[in-house]
């Protein structure tokens, strides 16, 4: 919970931090997400997608560097090989997860829901369901899977 007029936040471990526009100050050191690292089967396929069809500005890497970065505003969303990077942490030897329920969700501001999703749907991309209002989370939005999986939601606050 944060205190607004102290600026500081209390997590459930009891821990303080101060909260900065810009990221956190934990143990006297600014924590700021820079990036979400998509860990993918299918390296092209996924490049493909998010440059080609989400339009998204790379920043660095290409086909055959094994690692893409993309531009996404203040942060970036990166690709790798999956197993590139369980060879990199030194689990190369551990089986490859079995399909599931999805276990994380990349979410993407725009400024018009349903623009992007004609937009998207006119490239051929199958979405999950239509632009619709979550009014209980407070956004305009609608969810398609990239080519290896994972579940995107493209999103819009809706006004107060």
Same mark, same amino acid.
């Given at each position: 919970m944060l205190d607004v007029q102290t600026g500081q936040h209390r997590?459930?471990?009891?821990?303080?931090?101060? *909260?900065?526009?810009?990221?956190?100050?934990?143990g006297g050191m600014i924590l700021k997400l820079s990036h979400v690292?998509?860990? #993918?089967? $299918?390296?092209?396929?996924?490049?493909?997608?998010?440059?080609?069809?989400?339009?998204l500005e790379v920043s660095w890497g290409d086909e055959e560097t094994n690692y893409i970065s993309f531009k996404t505003g203040g942060s970036q969303?990166?690709?790798?090989?999956r197993s590139d990077?369980?060879?990199? *942490?030194?689990?190369?030897?551990?089986?490859?997860?079995?399909?599931?329920?999805?276990?994380?969700?990349l979410i993407m501001? #725009?400024? $018009?829901?349903?623009?992007?999703?004609?937009?998207?749907?006119?490239?051929?991309v199958r979405c999950i369901n239509t632009p619709h209002d979550m009014n209980n989370w407070g956004v305009r939005c609608f969810?398609?899977?990239?080519?290896?999986?994972?579940?995107?939601e493209v999103n819009k606050e809706m006004a107060v």
């Amino acid at each position: 919970m944060l205190d607004v007029q102290t600026g500081q936040h209390r997590s459930e471990f009891g821990r303080r931090a101060i *909260v900065f526009l810009n990221g956190l100050l934990i143990g006297g050191m600014i924590l700021k997400l820079s990036h979400v690292r998509l860990l #993918v089967k $299918d390296y092209l396929s996924c490049l493909e997608f998010y440059r080609d069809v989400m339009e998204l500005e790379v920043s660095w890497g290409d086909e055959e560097t094994n690692y893409i970065s993309f531009k996404t505003g203040g942060s970036q969303i990166g690709l790798f090989p999956r197993s590139d990077m369980a060879t990199a *942490v030194g689990e190369a030897h551990k089986p490859v997860n079995a399909e599931h329920q999805p276990s994380q969700c990349l979410i993407m501001a #725009v400024d $018009d829901v349903d623009a992007i999703y004609a937009l998207l749907k006119s490239k051929g991309v199958r979405c999950i369901n239509t632009p619709h209002d979550m009014n209980n989370w407070g956004v305009r939005c609608f969810h398609l899977y990239d080519p290896d999986g994972n579940l995107i939601e493209v999103n819009k606050e809706m006004a107060v």
